[in-house]
């Protein structure tokens, strides 16, 4: 079992940034890809980034690419998220998750996740 926990979430003025950590417990999160999803009001959560199990790899949503950037630290059993030039759009509750192996932008696909942390973008 991994146990998963979201922080750094909070309220932003768009163009602003925030950092984003999932920390672990439980197993070791060299043996998983990594990823963050997103869930906003009122719609279906939806892939935001993954990373692979060693951070040679990476995916990304076209909404996020270029702002945007996902990086681990296996030593310190962590995952981040560095959300740059944040936009309204951007608001939702977002999610990290973890699944064995090789890396998927499919929800579905993965195993662990954590409770979320808000991100609050206003205009």
């Known amino acids: 079992q991994v146990q998963l926990v979201e922080s750094g979430g909070g309220l932003v003025q768009a163009g602003g940034s925030l950092r984003l950590s999932c920390t672990a417990s439980?197993?070791?999160?060299?043996?998983?890809?990594m990823g963050w999803f997103r869930q906003a009001p009122g719609k279906e959560r939806e892939f935001v980034v993954t990373i692979s199990r060693r951070g040679g790899s990476t995916d990304y949503a076209d909404s996020v690419k270029g702002r945007f950037t996902i990086s681990r630290d296996n030593a310190r059993n962590a995952v981040y998220l560095q959300m740059n030039s944040l936009k309204p759009e951007d608001t939702a509750i977002y999610y990290c998750a973890a699944r064995p192996r090789i890396i998927s932008t499919i929800g579905d696909d993965y195993n662990y996740w954590g409770q979320g942390t808000q991100v609050t973008v206003s205009s």
């Open positions: 439980g197993r070791t999160i060299s043996d998983y890809a």
